[in-house]
């Protein structure tokens, strides 16, 4: 009864486990054309409305270090002469506006909205690999109520959202199931 109980199992787990194969693929490779090895990210641009100190080199920044990160070989570079892609990006607009008033209706909570385009160049065949011109990230920040403990949040909070920019565009690129 033992070995019938065990053989069982054992069949069952085979089963479940031949059935799911393909619902988990863990990602183990770069989904980039294999011919992409170098890839440029210059300075991101700013339009006129969006000018805000260091917005466009803190995104810059992020996307660096996130294909960095997670880029499994690739090199990055700053120039596009001699890459094999390029992420291009331009800022659009930064808005932040008060959200949530204290008792004596001053603006405690902001939140701030980037609006950003990005595309990605694949220069060895000239054609565009990724576009999408309405990038929005949203974070919010809090000033103190106590004027002596006052700390500016907003730009952590240009930060935060730098990062998770880049977080969303690398994992659209190294992670996307095909990129034809």
Known sequence: MIKLLRILSFVLMLFFVSGFAECYK????NQLPARIKIVAVPSFQMESQALRYKIGSRFTSAVMKELVHRGRGLR?????EGADAVI?????????GGVLLDDKGRARIF????TAAVTVRDQTENRVLYDNQN????GEYEFAS???SFFNEEDPAVLRMSRSFAE??????INA???K
């Open 88 to 96: 291009e990006g331009v800022i659009r607009s930064f808005n932040f």
């Open 146 to 148: 106590d004027p002596r």
């Open 26 to 29: 863990p990602v183990t490779k």
């Open 111 to 114: 939140e701030v909205t980037i």
């Open 76 to 80: 990055i570079q700053a120039e596009r």
């Open 135 to 138: 990038f929005v990230f949203r």
């Open 177 to 179: 199931v095909e990129i």
């Open 168 to 173: 969303s565009i690398v994992s659209t690129l």
